[in-house]
């Protein structure tokens, strides 16, 4: 584990809380030159903006960006070295791995239009039993989303790369799924196809928060799911894109969970990009 900082004090009470099973993680402040960044590094800030985020995750060589928020940096910074060290367990186990102490969880399975109003009202419940109206609204927001990208983006685009072995109408099915851990509410949607380009949505997340979403809300006509992550990525404090081409995409969303919603309105965000 190593810490590489221009500020000497960066790093002050946060290196207790880093764990992982691969010594060559790295910690990086923001500030460090981006020609030091490698697939080992998790980036570490205080201050981005999401467009700052979206085009540091294109532009660099690091999968990991952290913004320091009080009574989440210690978790943020232990599951972000885990999942650089091994991160086929997030393609496994979704947004289990996204939570080091799971206190409740909930999953079900969909495969049609059919479904959306039943895992809706479900996850509605769940949420229900561990805040108030505020968390229930972000987590219903983001799982309309996740829906939509697994129901309708990701079997278009894998038709569109002629990835035709798989299909809802054959039996394949996608998963969700929503965990409770001490600070946090996590949802996580996988979908069978891995179609997903993560590099093509990055750029679109960039061309939305540079137009607004008004100028760019075609991009639900065309190809990929720009638009979606980023409606996604502003109900969340933190946001999660995984792809096994091929084979299954994950997605996650971490939203904060005891404060208020002024607090949690603040929360700074944090990206991250995981492959294998």
Not at 107 to 126: I, N, Q
Request: hydrophobic share 40%; glycine share 8%.
């Amino acid at each position: 584990m190593k810490f590489k900082s221009i500020d000497p004090k960066f790093f002050d009470g946060l290196s207790s809380s880093a764990e992982s099973n691969d010594s060559l993680v790295e910690f990086v402040q923001f500030e460090v030159p981006m020609t030091e960044w490698t697939p080992k590094s998790v980036v570490v800030s205080d201050k981005l903006d999401p467009l700052a985020l979206v085009i540091s995750l294109i532009q660099g060589r690091a999968n990991h960006f952290i913004q320091i928020n009080k009574n989440l940096i210690d978790e943020d910074l232990f599951i972000a070295a885990n999942l650089v060290g091994g991160p086929q367990k997030y393609f496994e186990h979704g947004a289990s791995t996204l939570v080091k102490n799971i206190k409740a969880s909930f999953a079900t399975e969909f495969c049609s239009p059919d479904d959306k109003d039943r895992v809706r009202m479900e996850l509605g419940r769940f949420v229900a039993q561990v805040s108030g109206a505020s968390v229930i609204e972000a987590a219903e927001a983001i799982f309309e989303e996740m829906y939509m990208n697994a129901i309708y983006d990701a079997p278009r685009e894998a038709q569109r790369l002629k990835m035709l072995d798989k299909s809802y109408a054959c039996g394949d099915k996608a998963s969700f799924k929503a965990v409770v851990g001490d600070n946090r509410l996590v949802l996580s949607c996988t979908d069978p196809f891995g179609s997903l380009d993560v590099a093509q949505c990055l750029s679109r997340m960039e061309e939305v928060y540079k137009n607004g979403v008004g100028d760019s809300i075609h991009f639900r006509d065309g190809v990929g799911a720009g638009i979606g992550i980023v409606l996604m990525f502003e109900q969340a404090a933190g946001l999660y894109l995984g792809v096994i081409p091929g084979q299954c995409t994950t997605v996650c969303a971490v939203i904060p969970i005891g404060m208020s919603n002024r607090q949690r309105v603040n929360v700074k965000k944090s990206l991250h990009r995981i492959s294998v």
